[in-house]
């Protein structure tokens, strides 16, 4: 099996998450989408070309595997899209907010 179809058969078995990832499921994914994930965080976004390169894989294997990772909630597309490219960015959903009651936070504050 090659790079793509192990990445995308990872991804394929991957719950679809329409308001983002937690950082849990990106540790959860193999090295490289892992990598490149992290890599997009670090930088805001990422083109199409500099995930292909990051990936090794070809322009159209690249463009397939990032459709699949909108779909699943990983990325979303990026509101500045470059001439001639597609920029992606990390789709992380918010963090969930104290679910404790409130009377426990009163006890604590006694």
Same mark, same amino acid.
């Given at each position: 099996m090659d790079?793509?179809?192990? *990445? /995308?058969?990872?991804l394929d078995e991957c719950e679809r998450k329409e308001n983002g990832v937690f950082a849990s499921d990106i540790a959860a994914l193999p090295e490289s989408l892992r990598?490149?994930?992290?890599k997009i965080m670090r930088?805001?976004?990422m083109t199409l070309?500099? *995930? /292909?390169?990051?990936l090794g894989l070809e322009l159209e294997p690249?463009?397939?595997?990032a459709n699949l990772m909108i779909e699943k909630g990983f990325l979303k597309l990026s509101a500045r899209q470059p001439e001639n490219d597609t920029a992606y960015e990390?789709?992380?959903?918010?963090?969930r907010g104290s679910t404790a009651p409130l009377k426990i936070w009163q006890a604590i504050d006694e």
């Amino acid at each position: 099996m090659d790079t793509f179809d192990s *990445l /995308k058969q990872v991804l394929d078995e991957c719950e679809r998450k329409e308001n983002g990832v937690f950082a849990s499921d990106i540790a959860a994914l193999p090295e490289s989408l892992r990598a490149a994930l992290n890599k997009i965080m670090r930088q805001t976004s990422m083109t199409l070309s500099d *995930l /292909k390169a990051e990936l090794g894989l070809e322009l159209e294997p690249a463009r397939l595997l990032a459709n699949l990772m909108i779909e699943k909630g990983f990325l979303k597309l990026s509101a500045r899209q470059p001439e001639n490219d597609t920029a992606y960015e990390a789709h992380l959903a918010r963090k969930r907010g104290s679910t404790a009651p409130l009377k426990i936070w009163q006890a604590i504050d006694e």
